[in-house]
């Protein structure tokens, strides 16, 4: 069974950073592509970063480029989402996916995602 369990939400004032973990386990996470997801209320689920199982090509959508950073642990079964310059248009649940495709010029699509973690809450004050 496979299963991803998100770690790491939290409240920070703007400017600041937080690291999200995503821990996975029932499948070898160094062959699989792995994605970060945001959604807030009213919005669509949006990509905002992936690494390639295939040959690990990073993507990060323009909202989060320079700012995100995504790190893949294949020794921990793990990847993480580095957050700084935390901005007031960020906070949304945040979740992890795998078992999908990351596009090197549009990132990962939900629905071409099998694997979901529950989610962790970020909240940004100004």
């Known amino acids: 069974q496979v299963q991803l369990v998100e770690s790491g939400g939290g409240s920070v004032q703007s400017g600041g950073s937080l690291r999200l973990s995503c821990a996975v386990s029932?499948?070898?996470?160094?062959?699989?592509?792995i994605a970060w997801f945001r959604q807030s209320p009213g919005k669509e689920r949006e990509g905002v970063a992936c690494?390639?199982?295939?040959?690990?090509?990073?993507y990060y959508s323009d909202s989060v480029k320079g700012r995100f950073n995504i790190v893949r642990d294949n020794a921990k079964n793990a990847v993480y989402l580095q957050m700084d310059s935390l901005k007031p248009e960020d906070p949304a649940v945040y979740y992890c996916?795998?078992?999908?495709?990351?596009?090197?010029?549009?990132?990962?699509?939900?629905?071409?995602?099998?694997?979901w973690g529950q989610g962790t809450q970020v909240t940004v004050s100004s």
């Open positions: 996916a795998t078992d999908g495709f990351c596009y090197s010029d549009t990132g990962a699509r939900p629905s071409e995602y099998d694997y």
């Open positions: 029932g499948i070898t996470l160094r062959h699989y592509t």
């Open positions: 690494t390639s199982g295939v040959d690990d090509d990073i």
